[in-house]
């Protein structure tokens, strides 16, 4: 039997560690992630948005045609990640971890609730989510969603690609 070179080793490992593999439907894995999870967000104090109150963010230079799509909902099936039950800490733990599983999706949508069972009336989880995605480098826009896809209780984000 012939014993495999040191050499030879390192050579399969880096063409292995580099590869994405391919799942039994075809679809790439991407098995090194390009950035690391985002940490460097802040936690929010008080609440300050109503539940029932639109939210809206968009760098400059993102297309209105892009806006016009997320607020009225005609974007084909994105992630989900639904922060009801969480507190602010688990919220934003939840959305680092999404965002960096997520990278490479084009939009993603979180539902963060109106914010009914709050102190005053004001959503405490949808006042962090919009500081969250605010701070995000990667978060090119977000938008409240259209009735249909959870109404002011919900955000679809455009994440940039790289």
């Not at 609440?47 to 909902?73: C, F, H, P, R």
């Amino acid at each position: 039997m012939k014993q495999i070179n040191e050499e030879d080793k390192q050579l399969f490992r880096s063409t292995v560690d580099t590869n994405a593999p391919i799942d039994k439907d075809g679809v790439r894995e991407h098995k090194a992630l390009k950035k690391p999870a985002f940490t460097s967000y802040s936690y929010i104090v008080d609440a300050n948005l109503d539940g029932s109150e639109v939210v809206s963010y968009a760098q400059s230079g993102v297309s209105t045609k892009v806006i016009k799509k997320m607020k009225q909902g005609n974007i084909d099936a994105v992630p989900i990640l639904d922060l009801h039950g969480q507190t602010v800490v688990e919220a934003c733990e939840s959305l680092s971890n999404f965002m960096h599983h997520h990278q490479f999706e084009p939009f993603i949508q979180i539902i963060h609730g109106k914010g009914y069972h709050s102190d005053n009336g004001m959503s405490v989880l949808k006042t962090q989510v919009v500081s969250f995605l605010s701070q995000h480098p990667q978060v090119l826009a977000f938008n409240s969603c259209p009735d249909k896809d959870g109404g002011t209780g919900a955000v679809f984000a455009l994440l940039k690609q790289n």
